[in-house]
């Protein structure tokens, strides 16, 4: 009989070598539910032993995993994908209390991840090298895929079930043995499909989850000699000293980083689509979307009438949990706090604030939606990623205009025009700097089977997940074969 995973244990442990196990130092933190402040459960403060032996298992379960034919490897994670499946809803459930969603957006999460990994499940059918002719007469020359090793993989708690999936199931496919620190708000679900897959036939040691601070568990893991390749998802700035350590180390290194993504309006556009989009872009899951959309780059003559409409349709945004709501809470006291601060800095600045600005209720780490205007391009609230539901407002005289505004900025990942020029999107999408580019829907618009990432200070050029997310977990390796004539 399965367990059940509905009641999650009070102590969240590590899973190392296939062994639940605590921290070593014995030391835990609160996992809270951002909805309502309560304690879910504890869950083991991990430091540097305990990063160490998830290592040392990942690595001798490693070597056996890669040996296994690659089709297998996919045989095995779509068994996995079928056992997750079948438990999505108990996923789901952990979370909806863990990450403060609707159960419905969390239901659609743990389905992204079963998609996402039977796609990967898939590539072990292929795992693609190439042939390629010599200029020397019988000489054969091919490429093949092989592990780098050890992936270590560092997730962000903002939508915890795909987080999970984009990173480990491409590290697993490539036959790498992985170390998973999950992210300290949202450790709960990512336990939970580690422990199922195991369960569904994925070998002991091969797939290693730990918990812990970011500062602590995190930085082990990024310093651990024994990992091969690092992947993160998360602020550019933490980003930024992740790339120095893995730089002095050689080690390769995957970045997923921020973004402060422009939504243009043309004067053009159907407006109240724009502001369906709009609500959507900015608000949904708290803002708490690295694609989410926060610079508002309106033309002049349609800035009034689109203000207007945002307005309004900001102040009927619900805040909670129900199936009704159409934003939960932010992920935890301090993210809130930090927004409330920028927000007071950027009105102390001359912005306007028109539109929310305030925490809501006393329990639970909630922000009003809010709309700013009036903020300079260059103003800190205008450069910097909140990571909340705040959209701010600026005015742009033509087409000319808003694509430079939206490129004069150091991120690039997403973006979004509203035309109905097929002119003005064709020209936007080629032209604007970003990773990603929509037209007359949302900045965010990702698949399984699609790359995703941004150029600037929104990564390091490397993608996940899609075929490409493939060239983060292997290494090429050129095979030249040499046939003597003679002996034919």
Known sequence: MRPDMTEIPSLLPNLIGGEEVPAKNGLSFANLNPHNGNEICRVARS???????????????????????????GHILHQAMNAIEARAEEIATAVAREAGKRMADSRGEVGGAVQCGRFFAG?????????????????????????CGVAGLIIAANTPAPNFAWK????????????????EDTPVSSWMMAKIAEEAGLPKGVLNVVHGLGA??????????????????GSTAVGRRIAEACGRQLKKLSLELGGKNPFV?????????AVKWACLSAYSNAGQRCAAGSRFLVFESVYEEFRDKLIAATEQQKAGVEDECDLGPVINERQLANMLNAIEGAKSRGAKIVAGGHRLGEAGFYLAPTVIEGAEPADEISQTELFGPVAKLYRVRDFAHALEMANDHPYGLTA????????????????????????????YGS???MPFGGPKQSGNGSREPGTEALDVYSELKDIYLNVDPAKL
């Not at 602590?216 to 998802?233: M, N």
């Open 47 to 73: 430091e540097a032993d305990d990063v160490a032996a998830a290592v040392a298992a990942a690595r001798a379960a490693q070597a056996e995993w890669a040996a296994t034919p690659a089709v297998r490897r």
């Open 123 to 147: 590539e072990g059918q292929r795992l693609f090298g190439r042939t390629m002719p010599s200029g020397t007469p019988n000489k054969y020359n091919m490429t093949v895929r092989q592990p």
């Open 168 to 183: 480990v199931f491409p590290a697993l496919i490539c036959g790498n043995g992985v170390v998973l620190k999950t992210a």
């Open 216 to 233: 602590e568990a995190g930085q082990a893991l990024v310093d651990h000699p024994g990992v091969d390749v690092l992947s993160f998802t």
């Open 265 to 273: 309006v043309c004067d053009d556009a159907d407006l109240d689509h």
């Open 416 to 443: 979004c025009i509203h035309t109905r020029s097929v002119d003005r999107a064709l020209a936007f999408s080629h032209a604007v700097q970003a990773g990603a580019t929509v037209v007359n829907a949302g900045t």
């Open 447 to 449: 698949e399984p089977h």
